[in-house]
């Protein structure tokens, strides 16, 4: 973790434009991240304006000659290339992945197929809509499921099944389509919730001390996510060493079959069994007080403070001007 503690000066980052708010069911969410950000980086001197996609127009930010960008939004128009591709057509470096690896991460159905590809585990899983044959699914993938929005975060729209009846499933369903007209539906699989952030850039990518996830009924939904006390981390998680590598091994795999970089956080869910299956990839993860990869980055001697100039160092262009 050394390599990691070199000094970055704030006059060296420019003129820094923070992104927060937005338009997605995650705003409240974005406009958390966003204070946790703001508020580091002008203690560090760092000289920086929010932006609002949500109140203000995309003439602002042409007209106001940043250096760099810091997205802390969240979910649609966000997190899903649109705001990326906004910044590379105004030549303005961003924080985290490219246009193509945030509309891909996002896509969870996508994002597995590239994964199962690469021989990384996840779940069991397909796409549905409002007229798709329940029976169907419930025989391909068994009657413990959960159903989620294919381009959603934050567990938002999300259902847990157990032992579940077609009205349950179709239930589920119809509830993730008031926010996305492509719903996931995968094998439910059971054990302990584990979550693992990715800093860094190909070769020099690192992976963070792994979090496990020990939520109430082991439901970590919206609500125990941002705005109650109710769920315990564990940082490090209770792992044996070589379980601890392989997990992070295959973590960084997955970050990199993404074509990932600057930083992200993968979740994941660890059978009794000690097998292991990847469900996710977030390209912009929270940095609020209840958020994960600060935590994981305070196991690892780095501090919020600390954090955010590092991400914000590794602000790229997929094309750089010349």
């Excluded at 079959?257 to 069994?273: K, Q, T, V």
Aim: proline share 4%; glycine share 8%.
């Amino acid at each position: 973790m050394q390599e990691d503690k070199k000094e970055i000066k704030p006059e060296s980052l420019g003129k820094v434009v923070l992104l927060l708010g937005g338009m997605s069911s995650e705003r409240e969410v974005s406009l958390m991240s966003g204070k946790g950000v703001y508020d580091a980086l002008v203690e560090a001197g760092v000289d920086v304006t929010r932006f609002d996609p949500k109140e203000q127009s995309i003439s602002e930010l042409e007209k106001g000659g940043y250096d760099r960008a810091f997205i802390a939004l969240h979910g649609r128009y966000g997190e899903d290339g649109t705001i990326q591709g906004v910044l590379e057509y105004l030549g303005i470096p961003y924080t985290g992945p490219g246009v193509k690896t945030s509309a891909v991460a996002i896509d969870k159905n996508l994002t597995k197929q590239i994964w199962r590809e690469r021989q990384i585990p996840s779940p069991k899983g397909m796409l549905v809509s409002a007229d798709s044959d329940l029976n169907f699914v419930m025989q391909e993938l068994g009657r413990d499921l959960v159903v989620k929005p294919a381009r959603e975060g934050s567990s938002i729209g999300l259902t847990k099944l157990q032992d579940a009846t077609v009205e349950d499933l179709h239930a589920a369903i119809e509830k993730a389509l008031v926010l996305d007209q492509h719903v996931m539906v995968e094998e439910r699989i059971f054990g302990r919730e584990l979550t693992v952030a990715v800093l860094g850039s190909g070769q020099d990518a690192q992976v963070l001390p792994i979090i496990e996830i020990i939520a109430p009924n082991g439901d970590y939904d919206y609500q125990n996510k941002y705005f109650t006390n109710d769920v315990r981390y564990e940082c490090p998680a209770k792992l044996s060493d070589d379980l601890r590598e392989d997990i992070s091994r295959t973590c960084l795999s997955a970050y990199r079959a993404l074509g990932a970089r600057g930083w992200s956080r993968i979740d994941l869910i660890l059978s009794e069994d000690g097998s292991f299956s990847l469900l996710e990839m977030n390209t912009s993860p929270g940095m609020t007080a209840h958020s994960l990869v600060p935590l994981a980055a305070k196991n690892a001697s780095i501090s919020y403070q600390e954090l955010v100039l590092k991400i914000l160092s590794e602000a790229r262009l997929d094309f750089p001007r010349h």
